[in-house]
């Protein structure tokens, strides 16, 4: 009698920004962001680095698209003609990429060029505040993992596609404002962790400026019982432009039960002035 042998085929999409891009995929790409600073009528040219760091030869292509964050950090990803569903900041329009498709032997490097260009007559909305985009650079033949049940019969392969993101950014050069972060409120909150209940704070961001703001948020624990004090390690967090954050900051675990006075700190840079806000907490068993 013969086995009959079932195969099952899936296929993977992996989407990888080039900050965490790794060597088993054939696409290497540097540097992980390009930033632009292009006036009224001013063209400029970048250039992100491909290379092939498998052992074949490879074919890629590159192309644009956009990005956004939720209110709570989370990150979507569209193509060009998608329509963002929070805000609409792309800078797709106005690049354009050479080459658009190429191929590299292997441990062979090329530029890819991202050029800028800035209408003379750009409205204020397009051309005065800190606009966004995402370059991407694909692998167009898939990686294929074919692999045998060990008393099943079944033979299963997956089908990888891997594609690299660059993030792209273009920020006017006469934006000079001061960055400004406002805390709109801090209340007591739980989320659901891996391991369980997480207690903690819900702290509600703005950011009023024209840039992306790169803050540092840090969290202190005073018990108004014992004095004790507990200092968290600063995070860091993006918020962009004239949008909303909700950033959950955790309790320690071992922290005891009791009657805490909790105060955060929001630190947007130098030139800037600090965020603070203070609320009383309890903390239960």
Not at 108 to 120: C, G, N
Not at 210 to 216: A, D
């Amino acid at each position: 009698m013969k086995n009959k042998i079932t195969f099952l085929f899936a296929f993977f999409f992996v989407f990888l920004t080039a900050e965490n891009a790794f060597s088993q995929s054939g696409i290497s790409v540097s540097p992980p962001k390009i930033y632009f600073n292009a006036a009224r009528g001013e063209t400029q040219t970048l250039t992100v680095q491909v290379s092939n760091p498998s052992g074949m030869r490879q074919n890629y292509s590159v192309y644009l698209g956009y990005w956004e964050r939720d209110s709570l950090g989370s990150k979507k990803y569209y193509n060009k003609d998608e329509e963002p569903t929070v805000n609409n900041f792309s800078v797709a329009d106005l690049i354009r990429l050479s080459p658009l498709s190429f191929d590299l032997n292997p441990g062979e490097k090329r530029d890819v060029f991202v050029t800028l260009a800035m209408p003379a007559n750009a409205s204020t909305d397009l051309a005065d505040q800190t606009r966004w985009a995402m370059l991407f650079i694909k692998e167009n033949k898939p990686n294929t993992i074919t692999s045998v049940g060990g008393t099943t019969g079944k033979q299963s392969q997956m089908i990888i596609e891997y594609q690299i993101g660059v993030h792209v950014y273009q920020t006017p050069p006469y934006i000079n404002e001061p960055k400004e972060v406002e805390i709109l409120d801090l209340t007591q909150a739980n989320r659901n962790g891996e391991n369980g209940t997480l207690s903690g704070l819900n702290l509600k961001l703005e950011n009023k400026s024209r840039m992306i703001s790169e803050s540092f948020v840090s969290l202190e624990l005073l018990n108004l019982r014992t004095g004790e004090v507990w200092k968290g390690k600063p995070t860091s967090i993006s918020i962009f432009p004239k949008a909303r954050r909700i950033v959950f900051l955790d309790f320690p675990k071992d922290l005891k039960p009791g009657t805490y006075s909790a105060t955060t700190v929001v630190d947007s840079g130098a030139n800037t002035e600090l965020s603070i806000a203070e609320i009383q907490v309890e903390k239960r068993n």
